[in-house]
């Protein structure tokens, strides 16, 4: 999957005398996530997203954990390059993201539903007017894994049981049925303890304990199994095209 996606730079400081390259300090843009009500977990599930994004491959936004205050928060990196434009997709526009990134498209679709996101929305940026400069990709995973139900438990029993979760996507219909068994069998290749490094720290993060984070290496697991199954049965609702 061509990539060509780049991170926005909010300001270059001054150039370091050591070192051959001469780098020069600065720092980039960021949309910075904290815990809250809402999703008392946003920070844990936003981290883990990444890294598991990160070791398939998967089309989304570069992120790290960073610290604010007395806790933890994320630092979603704002994509963005000099004279590369990239609004919010109006939902005219999903069929022709979807004909120019079909690969990109059917990993989003295939990561949403085995972390069981159901928001996706509009949550994702791609270039439409940039051929030569392929650009795609999704942010936001804040009601995902941990925050999927109104408890911890709950949310992980849903992910255990094989729900589909994700019943609305800005790609449902118009996902490749192709590309999407290719992700299907990606995800399903993952080995176990890719997922618990993706998913575990050694400490708590926010409310998150460790225990927490074992209990969703498991789940994911048991999701990650029946991902195709799951897909299959909610054909009606995926509607992949062939």
């Known amino acids: 999957m061509a990539d060509a ?24 843009h960021a949309v910075i996530k904290f815990d809250s009500p809402e999703a008392e977990h946003c920070v844990y599930n936003e981290l883990v997203a990444v890294r598991l994004a990160q070791t398939l491959h998967a089309p989304l936004a570069d992120g790290v954990l960073t610290v604010a205050g007395a806790g933890h928060a994320f630092a979603s990196l704002e994509l963005g390059a000099p004279g590369l434009p990239l609004p919010d997709l109006p939902e005219s ?35 439409l007017v940039t051929p030569h400069v392929p650009v795609f990709r999704g942010f936001d995973h804040s009601h995902a894994l941990l925050c999927v139900e109104s408890t911890t438990a709950k949310s992980l029993q849903r992910l255990k049981a094989g729900d589909l979760i994700a019943e609305v996507h800005p790609f449902f219909g118009r996902v490749r049925l192709e590309h999407l ?14 997922i618990a490094e993706c998913c575990e720290f050694g400490r708590p ?11 969703l290496v498991q789940a994911l697991i048991q999701r990650r199994n029946k991902l195709g199954v799951i897909i299959q049965i909610h054909m009606g609702t995926v509607r992949a095209t062939r």
């Open 181 to 194: 068994a290719r992700w299907v069998e990606r995800i399903k290749a993952l080995p176990d303890d890719y």
């Open 93 to 127: 526009q999903h069929g022709r993201a979807a004909e120019l990134y079909p690969e990109a498209v059917a990993g989003l679709v295939a990561f949403d539903v085995w972390i069981g996101n159901p928001d996706r929305a509009n949550n994702f940026k791609a270039s």
């Open 205 to 215: 993060i926010g409310a998150v304990t460790v225990k927490t984070q074992k209990a």
């Open 5 to 28: 996606s780049a991170y926005s730079i909010r300001r270059l400081g001054t150039v370091r005398r050591s070192g051959v390259t001469s780098p020069v300090t600065g720092s980039l």
